[in-house]
């Protein structure tokens, strides 16, 4: 069993950045792809990263390509998302994921086997 703790959430100006921090307990952290996913008020939950097990691979959704990079320290059971030039539609609760095993990394939430409880990060305009 693996539980996940984001942090870093709170509220920004547009065009500002947020660090957020996702602390993985209760598992071998290396074995697990970590995705970052979001949503918005009265929206559907939507993909933002994944990062494969060693950090050498991302995949980011369009919306956030080149404002966003996801990174990890598998020494400290840490997954990270810096996002820069925020925009008031990147308001959203932020959830990290955790998918087991030498998969691709997935982009659909249904594919994660564990689940942070999220963070509120909000954009002002």
């Known amino acids: 069993q693996v539980q996940l703790v984001e942090s870093g959430g709170g509220l920004v100006q547009a065009v500002g950045s947020l660090r957020l921090s996702c602390a993985a307990s209760g598992g071998t952290f290396s074995n697990y792809q970590m995705g970052w996913f979001r949503q918005g008020p009265g929206q559907e939950r939507e993909f933002v990263a994944v990062?494969?097990?060693?950090?050498?691979?991302?995949y980011y959704t369009d919306s956030v390509k080149g404002r966003f990079t996801a990174s990890r320290d598998n020494a400290k059971n840490m997954v990270y998302l810096q996002m820069n030039s925020l925009k008031p539609e990147d308001t959203a609760v932020y959830y990290c994921?955790?998918?087991?095993?030498?998969?691709?990394?997935?982009?659909?939430?249904?594919?994660?086997?564990?689940w942070g409880q999220g963070t509120q990060v909000t954009v002002s305009s």
């Open positions: 990062i494969t097990w060693n950090g050498v691979v991302t």
């Open positions: 994921a955790a998918k087991g095993g030498v998969v691709p990394p997935p982009r659909s939430g249904y594919e994660y086997d564990y």
